[in-house]
């Protein structure tokens, strides 16, 4: 009754941050789901930390959202929290809504550089998957 190679395969996902350029993301898939690796900027750290708690749909702080000593790097699950659509907002090219995070055009949700519900039908902030750090420019999904 064990799972077999190709579950196994599935459950967890390597990612290599060494070629995502600052202020730019990738976009990977874990279990089915698009994970969302996006390498921020100082100024979005900053946006993202200087938020009052008060002012968000589901508060939490940037600091929970993020693995100890690696802020510049945020990954969620890149699926709406309200209809699970896939949000806009991985290429530079596409819009990221006021706070320069995500954009679900389905709905109008906009996210932030957290991953935060900021506007919008979206109830929660956009999940974050099980990660962790390897070294410093490798992560394990899952």
Not at 75 to 85: A, I, K, R, Y
Request: hydrophobic fraction near 40%; glycine fraction near 10%.
């Amino acid at each position: 009754m064990n799972p077999s190679a190709d579950v196994l395969a599935l459950a967890s996902v390597d990612v290599d941050l060494k070629p995502i350029p600052v202020g730019s993301g990738i976009t990977v898939l874990w279990r089915g789901k698009p994970i969302f690796v996006r390498h921020r900027t100082a100024q979005e750290i900053k946006a993202a930390e200087d938020v009052k708690l008060a002012s968000l749909i589901q508060p939490q702080p940037d600091a929970d959202r993020v693995k100890p000593g690696h802020a510049a790097w945020i990954v969620l699950v890149g699926v709406c929290t309200h209809l699970g659509c896939v949000p806009l907002g991985q290429k530079a090219t596409d819009p990221r809504g006021e706070w320069g995070g995500w954009f679900c055009p389905c709905h109008g949700s906009v996210y932030d550089t957290s991953g935060r519900i900021r506007k919008g039908p979206a109830p929660k902030n956009l999940h974050l998957p099980p990660y962790t750090f390897v070294d410093e420019t490798l992560i394990r999904i899952g």
